[in-house]
Every structure is written in C-alpha cells, then in structure tokens.
C-alpha cells in the first residue's frame, strides 16, 4: 500500500488515514492523540479544509504508550515497524 505523503511549506505530512493504518492503530485512535495527546503530548498535525494531517516526523518521534498502569513508551521506525 502506497501511502500519500503531502508537501506543505516545506513539510512533510501523512493524512491522518494513512497515518493510522502505518501504525496499526484506528482512525478514531490517531484522531484523539491529535486533539488530546496521551500521557507525554499531543500529536502534531495540521487541520487541512481535506481533513487532518500529521507531521511525516511524528512517525518515528511520537511516544506512544502502552495501555494500563505502567504506560510503557514505545516508537515506530520509518517503515511503520514498531521498535
């Protein structure tokens, strides 16, 4: 699956659909830690008249964290592969 990446001033975004289906996580998911964020920040993304689009960057610099008490942090590298 070819994910679309848009150029905007230079830089790189992954629409926030495609962003979801390379980390494995749901639409609605992705969409909250955009608004919300998790227990470290938000996800920086940029609110488009298309929708939504996350920064190509969040990819690998994000920290997601894992669910329950003990919020373990883990990363994505560039392919989507979570390390």
């Given at each position: 699956?070819?994910?679309?990446v848009?150029?905007?001033?230079?830089?790189?975004?992954?629409?926030?659909?495609?962003?979801?289906?390379?980390?494995?996580?749901?639409?609605?998911?992705?969409?909250?830690?955009?608004?919300?964020?998790?227990?470290?920040?938000?996800?920086?993304?940029?609110?488009?008249?298309?929708?939504?689009?996350?920064?190509?960057?969040?990819?690998?610099?994000?920290?997601?964290?894992?669910?329950?008490?003990?919020?373990?942090?883990?990363h994505?590298?560039?392919?989507?592969?979570r390390?």
């Amino acid at each position: 699956m070819t994910r679309k990446v848009v150029s905007i001033n230079g830089k790189d975004y992954y629409t926030l659909r495609d962003f979801a289906n390379l980390v494995k996580l749901s639409y609605y998911t992705v969409d909250g830690l955009a608004l919300y964020g998790n227990s470290r920040r938000k996800l920086r993304s940029y609110k488009a008249s298309g929708g939504r689009l996350v920064l190509k960057s969040e990819l690998t610099d994000f920290p997601f964290v894992t669910r329950g008490g003990d919020h373990e942090e883990y990363h994505f590298d560039e392919k989507g592969k979570r390390v």
